[in-house]
Nanobody
Framework: QVQLVESGGGLVQAGGSLRLSCAASGSIFSVYAMGWYRQGPGKQRELVASITSGGRINYADSVKGRFTISRDNAKNSVYLQMNSLKPEDTAVYYC????????????????WGQGTQVTVSS
């Protein structure tokens, strides 16, 4: 089994910063991509940022220049530094990882964290 555990959400005023962390654990053989998605009230889940094991990064246009994703491959962890937060960043943020386990024989599957609430007040 694989688990993704997130931390770091909370309430912050507009213009403030938060740092999200996510650690994957379990019978992991290899982690390809890790990233963050979010789902705001009444909205669909959307990609915020992702990073591959080789360091290739992708950001949503709405967060470019404000958010920074990073990863520690040795710890199977991913981080999201969020600066200059806006009320429209309010959402539940979900950690995502594309992982294969020893049992999966090289087949990668999507795994999700439980979500952490980020609320930005105006």
């Amino acid at each position: 089994q694989v688990q993704l555990v997130e931390s770091g959400g909370g309430l912050v005023q507009a213009g403030g910063s938060l740092r999200l962390s996510c650690a994957a654990s379990g019978s992991i053989f290899s982690v390809y991509a890790m990233g963050w998605y979010r789902q705001g009230p009444g909205k669909q889940r959307e990609l915020v940022a992702s990073i591959t094991s080789g360091g290739r990064i992708n950001y949503a246009d709405s967060v470019k220049g404000r958010f920074t994703i990073s990863r520690d491959n040795a710890k199977n962890s991913v981080y999201l530094q969020m600066n200059s937060l806006k009320p429209e960043d309010t959402a539940v943020y979900y950690c995502h990882a594309y992982i294969t386990t020893a049992q999966a024989m090289g087949v990668f599957y999507d795994y999700w964290g439980q979500g952490t609430q980020v609320t930005v007040s105006s």
